[in-house]
């Protein structure tokens, strides 16, 4: 099993800046793949983003691009998610995600771990 725990939510306005983290404990040397995702009230969970154990990172939700950054330290554990130019649509409930598969996509049932979620909320 892996413990998935996500840091570093809060409010910010348009524009600012947050970085959210993920900390991995457990057999985390079963999982290739972290990504993150969002779901914003009466939607479905969307992908954000993913990052496999070697630093490969497929493309980022369009949404996001060029915005977010994705990153990981595997000594820590830990993946990021820098996020930039923040819009008041960013605003969801922020999970992380891992995935014993290498390349698992944007499938939220493709991922085995899942974290409890840490809330974003931007305002105008």
């Known amino acids: 099993q892996v413990q998935l725990v996500e840091s570093g939510g809060g409010s910010v306005q348009a524009g600012g800046s947050l970085r959210l983290s993920c900390s991995a404990s457990g057999s985390t040397s079963s999982v290739y793949t972290m990504g993150w995702f969002r779901q914003a009230p009466g939607k479905e969970r969307e992908f954000v983003a993913s990052i496999t154990r070697s630093g490969l990172s497929p493309p980022y939700a369009d949404s996001v691009k060029g915005r977010f950054t994705i990153s990981r330290d595997n000594a820590k554990n830990t993946v990021y998610l820098q996020m930039n130019s923040l819009k008041p649509e960013d605003t969801a409930v922020y999970y992380c995600?891992?995935?014993?598969?290498?390349?698992?996509?944007?499938?939220?049932?493709?991922?085995?771990?899942w974290g409890q979620g840490t809330q974003v909320t931007v305002s105008s």
């Open positions: 995600a891992a995935s014993r598969t290498v390349f698992p996509g944007r499938a939220p049932p493709n991922y085995d771990y």
